[in-house]
């Protein structure tokens, strides 16, 4: 039991290693991890356009306007674009009841 735990947590080192104990991405590098292909500047200017008040920092945006946040997403969303919300924002549960997707879930 003892070596199984051992080589857990070593391959778990080792896979931090790689990541180098970085923080999840942000603005529009979540953007740019699941939308291969797509310039930074496409991204940045999609985010502008629907929006996104700084393209760098979303989680101050998301802080300060839940709703604003979530029509901001759901424009890039209508767009093509994927985040880490898996299914759209409207399937994550703190999200569901926002003045947006009610509406959104409504059409």
């Known amino acids: ?6 080589i857990i947590m070593a391959v778990a080192l080792t896979a931090c290693s790689f990541r180098g104990f970085q923080p ?3 603005g529009y590098e979540v953007y740019k991890e699941r ?3 797509v310039s930074n500047q496409t991204i940045m ?6 929006g996104f008040p700084d393209v760098y920092h979303t989680s101050e945006y ?18 093509g674009y994927r985040s880490n919300s898996h ?6 549960d703190s999200f569901k009841n926002t003045e947006a997707c009610q509406k959104h879930l409504s059409q």
Do not use: A, H, W
């Open 1 to 6: 039991m003892k070596q199984i735990i051992t």
């Open 24 to 26: 999840p991405p942000e």
């Open 35 to 37: 939308n291969l292909g």
């Open 45 to 50: 200017q999609d985010m502008k356009n629907c």
């Open 62 to 79: 998301l802080v300060s306007d839940r709703n604003e946040f979530t029509k901001s997403t759901l424009c890039m969303e209508s767009k």
């Open 87 to 92: 299914g759209g924002i409207c399937k994550i």
